[in-house]
C-alpha cells in the first residue's frame, strides 16, 4: 500500500544519470524496452523534528543531525523534508516534554511526524519504505516498544499488576506519529489542561497520553526503529540506528577540575558513607561530605545547616556557597549527589569534556514541573547535579533563596535557572532511580554514569556491575566507542 503522497518519475533509459531501481526508496518500479518507470515518495510529506537541546554542544550535534539528514534527502529527491530543531520551534523552555508543543502548527500539511534524538542515525530510503506500509489515514503511533519488568516509581508505579503490558516507546530508535493522530492530540491538548503536574520520564508520559486510558492507539512496534551501533552486522534490516562515532569532544577533563559534594546526616555515617567509600570515593580528587554533625573520622563538615528530613535546600545553597568559597579548591566543575548515589566519576569526566565550563552549564537528568503551564524544568537530584562554576556564580548573584531549608533543593534551583533563562541540560546517563526501575533495552545501548538508591539492592554489587571500570584506559575509550552517543 503507498501511503505517502508520491511523484512520478519517467527516465529514459539513454539518460546519462544511472538509477538503481531496486533501491527499496523507489516503492514501484516497471520497466519496460525503453523506460523505467518508479515512483518517489515525496518527502515533504515527512517532518522530522530533532529533540534537540539550547546547551552549545548539543546544538552542534542537532546541526549536524540535520545536515545528515538533508544530505541523503538531497541525494534521493529535489523534494527534501522539513528538518526542525526541538528547542529552537517556540521560547517556551517546557517544550522538550512535546506535548505542548503539538498544539503549533509546524507538522501542518504532513503525512508523518518522526521525533528522533542528536545521536540517531537514520536511512533515509529505509525509514521510507518502512511509513509506506502505513494508511496514513488512520491514527498510528510507531516506534521501539520497551516495556517495565515491576512497577516503578518513575512511572507512578502504573499497570502495578502486570507492568509489561504496557509499551512506550525507545526515544533513541525515533518515533512517528500520523498526521490524523496527530491532529487530534493536538485538539484535545489545546481543549484539555494535561492533567500531570510532574514530568519525569517523557517517553511513557507521552506513551500514556497517546494511549489515553484504551481511547487512543497503542503503540505499534517497528523491527526497523533500531538501537543498535551502526556498524553492527545484525542492522541490515534497520532504518535507524545509533552512532558509534564519538563526538569531537576532546580528552576527559581532569580530575582535579570536578569537586564533589556529598550530601549526608548524622544517622547514615554508618549505613551509606561506607559505600562510597568502597565504591567510587577514590576516583574524586576534591571531595567532601557535608552533615549536621561533624564526625573527624570520616570526615563531615558541618555547615551549620540542621538536617531536615525532606527537600534539603539549606544544605544545597550552602554547599553552593562553600564552592565559590576560599575554604575549597578553585575548581570548574561541581557535582552534588546524594549519601546514597552511585556514581562514576571517570565517564563524568569524559561526558564533561563536551560542555564549556565558562558557560552556565546545569547537567543531570532533567525532569519537569508544570511544563504545560509555563513550569520549569530542573535537575534532579539524586541522579547527581552537575554545575559549572559559571552557573553557581549566576544562581547566587541573582539573589535566589530557599524559602525554608527543607524545600526540594533540585526543584528551587529549576525556579531559579527557569527565572535567570539558563537552560537545564538533559544527559540520559544519569538515573534518579536504580537499575531495576528502567527497561532493559533502555539500559543496553548505554554506558550509564549514575543510579541511586540502595533501597532492596545491594549497592556495592550494582556499583560493580554497572559503573565499575576496572581498567580506566580500557574504560575510557569503550565509553568513547559506545556511549558518547548518548551524551
Not at 523491527?223 to 564519538?246: I, K, M, N, V, W
Not at 541573582?398 to 526543584?411: E, I, T
Not at 546517563?429 to 540502595?454: G, N, T, W
Request: proline share 7%; charged share 20%.
Amino acid at each position: 500500500m503507498l501511503s505517502l503522497q508520491t511523484t512520478v518519475v519517467l527516465i529514459l533509459s539513454r539518460s546519462q544519470k544511472v538509477i538503481d531501481c531496486h533501491d527499496p526508496f523507489f516503492t514501484v518500479c516497471e520497466r519496460s524496452p525503453i523506460s523505467v518507470l518508479c515512483v518517489l515518495p515525496d518527502l515533504r510529506e515527512i517532518v522530522f523534528v530533532i529533540q534537540s537541546q539550547s546547551n552549545s554542544f548539543h546544538v552542534r550535534q542537532a546541526e549536524r543531525r540535520r545536515a545528515d539528514l538533508l544530505k541523503q534527502a538531497h541525494s534521493l529527491t529535489e523534494k527534501p523534508p522539513v528538518v526542525l530543531l526541538l528547542h529552537s520551534l517556540s521560547d517556551n523552555e517546557g517544550d522538550w516534554s512535546i506535548l505542548p508543543l503539538l498544539s503549533h502548527s509546524f507538522g501542518k500539511n504532513s503525512s508523518w511526524i518522526v521525533f528522533l534524538e542528536e545521536e540517531t542515525n537514520v536511512k533515509m530510503n529505509k525509514l521510507v519504505q518502512v511509513l509506506t506500509k502505513f494508511d496514513t489515514n488512520k491514527e498510528w503511533f510507531l516506534g521501539k516498544p520497551l516495556h517495565d519488568e515491576e512497577s516503578t516509581i518513575i512511572h507512578h508505579y502504573a499497570f502495578a499488576e502486570n507492568p509489561s503490558i504496557f509499551k512506550y516507546p525507545d526515544f533513541a530508535a525515533a518515533w512517528a506519529v500520523s498526521a490524523p493522530l496527530v491532529v487530534r492530540l493536538a485538539d484535545k491538548v489545546r481543549n484539555e489542561p494535561l492533567k500531570s503536574d510532574f514530568t519525569i520520564d517523557l517517553k511513557h508520559e507521552v506513551a500514556l497520553y497517546i494511549w489515553d486510558n484504551g481511547n487512543g492507539p497503542h503503540l505499534t512496534a517497528v523491527p526497523e526503529l533500531c538501537t543498535e551501533p551502526e556498524d553492527s552486522p545484525q542492522t541490515q534490516h534497520c532504518a535507524t540506528t545509533l552512532s558509534t562515532e564519538p563526538p569531537p569532544c576532546g580528552e576527559p577533563v581532569n580530575k582535579e577540575d570536578i569537586f564533589v559534594a556529598v550530601k549526608t546526616c548524622r544517622k547514615f555515617h554508618s549505613e551509606r558513607v561506607p559505600v562510597i567509600k568502597k565504591t567510587w570515593e577514590k576516583d574524586a580528587f576534591s571531595l567532601e561530605y557535608y552533615s549536621d554533625h561533624a564526625d573527624p573520622s570520616i570526615p563531615t563538615i558541618d555547615l551549620g545547616v540542621p538536617n531536615t528530613e525532606r527537600g534539603h535546600c539549606g544544605k544545597t545553597f550552602a554547599i553552593l556557597q562553600r564552592f565559590l568559597s576560599s575554604s575549597v579548591p578553585n575548581t570548574k566543575w561541581l557535582l552534588v549527589v546524594d549519601d546514597d548515589t552511585l556514581i562514576s566519576l571517570s565517564r563524568l569526566q569524559v561526558l564533561l569534556s563536551c560542555y564549556n565550563p565558562s558557560e552556565p552549564v546545569c547537567l543531570g537528568e532533567r525532569y519537569g514541573y508544570g511544563l504545560s503551564q509555563g513550569g520549569y524544568s530542573y535537575i534532579t537530584g539524586g541522579g547527581g547535579m552537575v554545575f559549572s562554576r559559571e552557573a553557581v556564580v549566576r544562581l547566587l548573584n541573582s539573589g535566589c533563596k530557599c524559602y525554608s531549608n527543607d524545600a526540594p533543593d533540585d526543584m528551587v534551583l529549576g525556579m531559579c535557572l527557569n527565572a535567570l533563562g539558563l537552560p537545564v541540560t538533559h544527559s540520559p546517563l544519569f538515573h534518579q532511580a536504580r537499575p531495576e526501575d528502567y527497561a532493559r533495552d533502555f539500559l543496553a545501548h548505554q554506558v550509564p554514569i549514575s543510579f541511586h538508591k540502595h533501597w532492596n539492592i545491594d549497592p556495592i554489587a550494582v556499583f560493580n556491575k554497572w559503573l565499575k571500570d576496572d581498567l580506566r584506559a580500557e574504560a575510557s575509550d569503550g565509553l568513547n566507542k559506545s556511549a558518547k552517543t548518548e551524551l
